[in-house]
């Protein structure tokens, strides 16, 4: 995740906008008209990726990564322009003196057809819409030239109803999507849990967040879920938890520090890429499978932009699936690792460059590994 592409949304929604005209701003595209406020904003993108092992996708995808006891093709060469970027942002005054702020951007990932990231509303600390889930939080996701944030944090998007007062925000979200959903087994190929036939979603996931940003800045989170199977005739439940917390310490000017660790039964993925799914079903009862993921990055600025180093871990308890027998368990990935290193840089406004080597890891729970170098590039061209 490039630093610029958490900031546009924010920017977009706050930026100083010119009256009854348009200009171009730093953020923007504005217009005025009839008391709202449109910014319109966005960037052209191109990645170009090599990976020296495996083919591991236009982002990183870890059941892609070949074990030592596969044998499969190596040298791989992609480049695409599907990260590109699109939104409007508004702002309105409204009669009683308060504001309403929508959101709707997309992008081109994955087929190059338009794709929804952002669609939602905002009036006085009530947010309805598809925007970052509210768990665990941005605080330990060290800037990335690939476009998936690094492994064992959670930053994807998902509809949800949100009230925030100060540094608190609640929220019940869509269930299923970003956590998952129940697994009958485990496919073979890629380590990942087969979601059930029977798998619902009876109730939202409740999110709670405490986030304070500035030099010190730092989240404590936590998710509440409900995992269910029923096929009309028998069904069962178990509830899953998860807690974060995460710091980014601004130790210099230049250089900033940034950690997070995040841990749950049944959390499926809110940890992201975690090896794991949130539970399987095993003679008709739902299990909740145990998760942990964590950071550690340094951002050091240097001339035009920064360099980042950065290591993240996800992991995944499959032992009670293999001892239950779930079919495939004993190749389920249980552990996933990315070490970043970066220097992504802008040599004027609006233009950013960046470049980076990635060493990523599997581990499957019968204790065979693998491992994948990719080398990317990216040159990003915002208005």
């Known amino acids: 995740m490039k630093s610029i592409s958490q900031s546009r949304v924010l920017l977009g929604c706050t930026a100083s906008l010119s009256l009854m005209a348009v200009s171009v701003s730093a953020a923007a595209l504005d217009l005025n008209v ?41 040298g791989h060469f992609q480049a695409d322009a599907y990260e590109s970027r699109l939104g409007l942002s508004t702002v309105t005054e409204l009669e009683d003196g308060s504001q309403l702020k929508t959101v709707i951007e997309g992008d081109f990932f994955g087929t190059g057809n338009l794709r929804l990231r952002h669609a939602y509303g905002e009036w006085n600390g009530v947010l309805a819409g598809q925007t970052w889930t509210n768990f665990p939080g941005f605080t330990g996701i060290y800037p990335t030239v690939d476009f998936r944030v690094p492994v064992g944090t959670s930053e994807t998007r998902q509809a949800q109803l949100r009230y925030t007062t100060g540094n608190l925000s609640v929220a019940l979200e869509e ?37 304070v940003r500035g030099a010190t800045s730092y989240h404590a989170s936590a998710v509440l879920r409900q995992l269910t199977v029923d096929d009309g005739t028998d069904d069962d439940s178990a509830f899953g938890w998860g807690v974060s917390f995460g710091v980014a310490q601004d130790v210099t000017d230049a250089l900033t520090l940034r950690a997070s660790v995040i841990h ?5 993925g809110y940890i992201n890429l975690n090896p794991g799914a949130p539970a399987y079903v095993s003679n008709g009862k739902v299990e909740t499978i145990e998760s942990t993921g964590g950071t550690l990055a340094a951002t050091l600025k240097v001339g035009p932009g920064a360099v ?26 249980e552990m996933v690792q990315s070490t970043h290193l970066n220097y992504i840089w802008s040599p004027v406004n609006r233009i ?32």
């Open 175 to 211: 269930s299923g999507k970003l956590g998952g959903q129940v697994a009958a087994s485990v496919n073979a190929a890629n380590g990942a849990g087969v979601k059930a036939t029977n798998a619902k979603n009876g109730m939202p996931d409740f999110t709670i967040r405490y986030a």
């Open 34 to 74: 009839a008391g709202t406020k449109a910014s319109l904003y966005g960037y052209a993108e191109l990645n170009m990726i090599y990976d020296k092992n495996a083919n591991l996708g236009p982002l990183f995808t870890p059941g892609a990564i070949a074990l030592d006891s596969d044998s499969s093709s190596e």
């Open 308 to 333: 980042t180093l950065g290591t993240a871990i996800a992991t995944a308890d499959w032992d009670d699936a293999v001892a239950d027998s779930l079919t495939g368990a004993e190749n389920a990935n």
């Open 264 to 268: 749950g039964d049944g959390i499926g």
């Open 352 to 383: 950013t460059f960046g470049a980076e080597v990635a060493y990523h890891q599997r581990e499957i729970w019968s204790g065979d590994r693998g491992n994948a170098l990719r080398v990317q590039g990216m040159a990003q061209f915002a208005f």
